[in-house]
């Protein structure tokens, strides 16, 4: 079975658009002590403390936070070493982008083995 967890950085920038200019960095520091939270159970206190801050100003973020949450938690399983890696998908985005590059502008492969080869170069350039 997979586990999905949602970009922390795309949820943060996401609740970002609710939240005017003069209040960004408040919002942005409070947001962070949920994300940054040790356990499942601070992390949710954390939440908490921001909907009774900001749910009045800025409901929508508190909202996509409670309607996403299950596939945020699955980032409180990794040890603090391994979140400051996995808490954004940038890497693998740029991954798949320059996959998407060597691979847009031909027109079509032979066979699989052609598209395999391109990949297996392509990853070794990346690398």
Request: aromatic share 12%; hydrophobic share 45%.
């Amino acid at each position: 079975m997979a586990i999905v967890q949602l970009c922390i950085v795309h949820m943060v920038r996401n609740s970002l658009n609710y939240v005017g200019w003069n209040k960004r960095k408040e919002v942005t520091a409070d947001l962070r002590l949920i994300y940054s939270a040790a356990t499942i159970d601070e992390a949710e206190q954390a939440l908490a403390d921001f909907e009774d801050k900001w749910n009045k100003a800025y409901p929508p973020v508190s909202l996509s936070w409670r309607n996403n949450w299950q596939r945020v938690i699955p980032f409180f399983d990794y040890p603090p070493e391994i979140r400051c890696i996995i808490y954004t998908t940038n890497a693998i985005e740029s991954v798949n982008m320059s996959l998407r590059k060597v691979s847009k502008s031909r027109g079509s492969f032979p066979n699989d083995d052609a598209v395999i080869k391109l990949f297996y170069l392509a990853l070794n350039n990346i690398a």
